[in-house]
């Protein structure tokens, strides 16, 4: 049973220590860069010179983890767009979504999957139709839980994308 409900609150300055913490953990580490190398990319979101919309959610007003809104048009720039070309095969108000849970013990209860879910919904509530999520297709857990929450891969960028899986957000109208 997930606590209710799940709630999104924008990031902001004075959240950064407690986001360094979450980020020193292992199942962080596991996936993110180096947390201070993270940090300092997510300042830059707050200042405004990247455009990427880092929120926090959270669980029966409990801070749970990190979710973040990125706009494909805004990456196709180096060093992105030399590390990830595959974003030029997608439209230009396409955006992407990450996530973490705060806590490992957290992992596995289906709050990634609700949380997704959640998000995406206010996403497409704000006019977003081509959300995609790119897991490193190892991490397992992550792929499956984007699978529950409606995430399928994208077979056009199939083998294209180094180690991460290119998966898109899909209603019964989308086609991959």
């Known amino acids: 049973m997930l606590p209710e409900p799940i709630t999104f609150r924008s990031l902001g300055a004075s959240d950064l220590p407690m986001l360094a913490e979450w980020m020193e953990q ?37 801070p749970a983890g990190y979710i973040q809104c990125w706009h494909i048009a805004d990456a196709r720039v180096d060093p992105w767009l030399t590390e990830a070309p595959w974003i030029m095969d997608l439209p230009d108000d396409a955006v992407g979504v990450d996530l973490s849970l705060a806590d490992p013990a957290l992992l596995s209860k289906g709050i990634g999957t609700a949380t997704l879910t959640a998000f995406v919904a206010r996403l497409r509530a704000s006019g977003h139709n081509f959300i995609i999520i790119d897991p490193d297709a190892t991490n397992i857990r992550a792929v499956r839980a984007y699978e529950k929450s409606g995430f399928r891969p994208i ?9 991460c899986l290119i998966m898109r957000h899909c209603t019964k109208d989308d086609t991959l």
């Open 155 to 163: 077979e056009s960028l199939q083998g294209r994308t180094g180690d």
């Open 26 to 62: 292992p199942h962080w580490r596991e996936w993110w860069g180096d947390p201070e190398t993270e940090i300092g990319f997510i300042r830059n979101m707050l200042d405004g010179t990247d455009s990427t919309e880092p929120y926090l959610f959270f669980l029966d007003g409990l």
